[in-house]
């Protein structure tokens, strides 16, 4: 059973600084994909940065230039280095990974970032 679990979040004053993080427990197997995404009150679920099997990243335009994705294989996490941040950042951010034959997406719990102004 894959288990995903998200720490690092907490409350921030703008143009500060956090960092995710992701542990994921059980198998990894036939990766897709492993990123983060954030949904603020009101609105949906978006995608803030991923890293695709093969290497490639994705960032939500919102967020380049101030946010960074990465992982190390060893411990099986996966991060989010977070700079700058703005009240607009202000989410639930959640961990996710797509993997498997039949590719399946699984969700950490989710962890809050408050970026106060």
């Known amino acids: 059973q894959v288990q995903l679990v998200e720490s690092g979040g907490g409350l921030v004053q703008a143009g500060g600084s956090l960092r995710l993080a992701c542990v994921v427990s059980g198998s990894i197997d036939r990766l897709s994909a492993m990123g983060w995404y954030r949904q603020a009150p009101g609105k949906q679920r978006e995608l803030v940065a991923r890293?695709?099997?093969?290497?490639?990243?994705d960032y939500a335009d919102s967020v380049k230039g101030r946010f960074t994705i990465s992982r190390d294989n060893a411990k099986k996490t996966l991060y989010l280095q977070m700079n700058s941040l703005k009240p607009e950042d202000t989410a639930v951010y959640y961990c996710?990974?797509?993997?498997?034959?039949?590719?399946?997406?699984?969700w950490g719990q989710g962890t809050q970032v408050t970026v106060s102004s």
């Open positions: 996710n990974v797509l993997m498997g034959l039949v590719p399946r997406n699984y």
């Open positions: 890293m695709i099997s093969g290497g490639s990243t």
